[in-house]
């Protein structure tokens, strides 16, 4: 199963949201480890973005992908980006 997130925006308006963008990113089997690591990421990107004194531009990019048999990986491949894009207005 593979699942991918590509997301931008202010800092503050991701925060309120992303969480629950990566939860809702279809491809994890439903009560697999692979899923709760898919969901972990997402508290890691909240945090991220709450973590700004100013309300920066962000982008979020990230994509998985398992093997999974019984439940459990055979395989794993993640990647999980987070860049500051800076301010879009001076």
């Given amino acids: 199963m593979s699942w991918s997130l590509n997301k931008a925006g202010r800092a503050s308006k991701l925060a309120e949201v992303i969480k629950q963008s990566f939860a809702d990113a279809a491809g994890a089997p439903k009560g697999s480890d692979e899923e709760a690591a ?38 794993q491949y993640c990647e999980f980006k987070f860049e500051t894009l800076g301010d879009f207005v001076g």
Avoid: M, P
Wanted: charge should be positive; aromatic fraction near 6%.
């Fill in 38 to 75: 898919k969901n972990q990421l997402g508290e890691i990107a909240e945090t991220l973005c709450r973590s700004f004194s100013e309300d920066k531009v962000v982008r979020i990019t990230a994509q998985g992908s398992a093997w999974n048999e019984n439940g459990k990986a055979k395989q």
